[in-house]
């Protein structure tokens, strides 16, 4: 199973911290990257120093026309989920979309309508509002979970750092 992120929506200004921690919280959990729906080079700077320091092989991919994306990736066979409140509860779907490759859709502001035609599962982690964020680290814990992937145990390789897990205090070596 491989799972990419798309974010939709990201503004400059308003969402840059948001966005960056979709990016952070889809690289910790095992994502392989992030297309980012924007211009916005900073988000893919920032993240790419986080790689650089912590290893792995995360990408921000900046893009201009998320449909073409979106067909792209199912042309070559993989699966398109959209976390939208709106949607199917996680738990209900999880089964049917363990086993693809995975585009997860996320949100900023409202998404386009054609979001949710173009989606092959509108998912929805609880039907109450809350964050992309959250959204986002529950469906991929539970997606390693049900594969047997341990995202939170895996180590990332290259990179300059690793953190050394410790009851109190932060211990850091070079690697
Ligand atoms: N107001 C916007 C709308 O009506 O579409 C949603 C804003 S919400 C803060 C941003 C994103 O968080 C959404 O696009 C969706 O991806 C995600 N999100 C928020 N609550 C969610 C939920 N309960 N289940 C799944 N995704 C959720």
Known sequence: ???????????????????????????????????????????????SEVTQRWGGSFY?????????E???WKEAGGKVVHLTMY???LPDVINEIVTDNLLI???AEK??????????WNVAV?????SEVAALAITLDRLNTLSGRDALKGQFTG???????SRRGKEVKSK
């Open 1 to 47: 199973m491989r799972t990419a992120v798309l974010r939709l929506g990201h503004r400059v200004q308003r969402d840059q911290r948001i966005t960056t921690h979709v990016a952070l919280t889809a690289r910790a959990l095992g994502a392989e990257g992030m297309l980012l729906d924007s211009d916005d080079a900073g988000i893919e700077r920032s993240i």
């Open 60 to 68: 921000v991919r900046r893009i201009t026309n998320w449909k073409s």
């Open 70 to 72: 979106v067909k792209k």
């Open 87 to 89: 949607g199917m509860n």
């Open 105 to 107: 859709i996320v949100g």
């Open 111 to 120: 998404v386009p309508p054609e979001v949710y035609e173009l989606a092959d």
């Open 126 to 130: 609880g039907n109450q509002p809350h």
């Open 159 to 165: 990179g300059e750092l690793n953190i050394v897990p």
